[in-house]
């Protein structure tokens, strides 16, 4: 079956840096959308980024556009999102997610806390 298991994050300063990591299994990993999610405490779920299939197109939501970079080892089956400049409004669990037949598979979540 589908398992998305998130890890990397942790707390960090304003304007530092994490790298998050979703090792996936259970799908062809390589034929699939692969997305983040955030989701701050009391606010809804958001996409943050997503990358494709081959070839791997991005796409960012816009309070994240040139701070954060996904992208994708097929080889490894492993999904990464590279956060720079963090800041407080980052703070969230981040849930690594795809869409498969229609259904939504998440992740377990990983807490990002920024805060000095």
């Known amino acids: 079956q589908v398992q998305l298991v998130e890890s990397g994050g942790g707390l960090v300063q304003p304007g530092g840096s994490l790298r998050l990591s979703c090792a996936a299994s259970g799908f062809t990993f390589s034929d699939y959308t692969m997305n983040w999610y955030r989701q701050a405490p009391g606010k809804e779920r958001e996409l943050v980024a997503s990358?494709?299939?081959?070839?791997?197109?991005?796409r960012y939501t816009g309070s994240v556009k040139g701070r954060f970079t996904i992208s994708r080892d097929n080889a490894e089956n492993t999904v990464y999102l590279q956060m720079n400049s963090l800041k407080p409004e980052d703070t969230a669990v981040y849930y690594c997610n795809i869409m498969k037949l229609t259904r939504n598979y998440w992740g377990q979540g990983t807490q990002v806390t920024v805060s000095s």
């Open positions: 990358i494709s299939s081959i070839p791997g197109i991005t």
